[in-house]
Nanobody, 122 residues
Framework: VQLQAFGGGLVQAGGSLRLSCAASGRSFSSYAMGWFRQAPGKEREFVAAINWNGGWTNYADSVKGRLTISRDRAKNTVYLQMNSLNSEDTAVYYC????????????????WGQGTLVTVSS
């Protein structure tokens, strides 16, 4: 069972990136999925979550209106579209899967990807 996040990179402030998280080893179509991030010297924090069928989403206040989580259950993949990026978005981004609930709490998640680095230059 593996989650692999990719799509990170260097982008200028105001730019956009789309992160992807591909699951392998099993189907995650019935799992809630989340994105978290950890900036240098800071604790890991919640970014966004989506329920099993994509009908409900939740966002951290700091990213509302700029980041959008979505999923393609047939492809076993979840996405994070990031627009209007700023230096505060610089972090390693992790995707995670929960068997139980769509949550902003990282201890509710059962599987984690390895992370992908997003660097926003000003």
């Amino acid at each position: 069972v593996q989650l692999q996040a990719f799509g990170g990179g260097l982008v200028q402030a105001g730019g956009s990136l789309r992160l992807s998280c591909a699951a392998s080893g099993r189907s995650f179509s019935s799992y809630a999925m989340g994105w978290f991030r950890q900036a240098p010297g800071k604790e890991r924090e919640f970014v966004a979550a989506i329920n099993w069928n994509g009908g409900w989403t939740n966002y951290a206040d700091s990213v509302k209106g700029r980041l959008t989580i979505s999923r393609d259950r047939a492809k076993n993949t979840v996405y994070l579209q990031m627009n209007s990026l700023n230096s505060e978005d610089t972090a390693v981004y992790y995707c995670a899967a929960s068997r139980r609930v769509m949550s902003s709490a990282d201890n509710e998640y059962d599987y984690w990807g390895q992370g992908t680095l997003v660097t926003v230059s000003s």
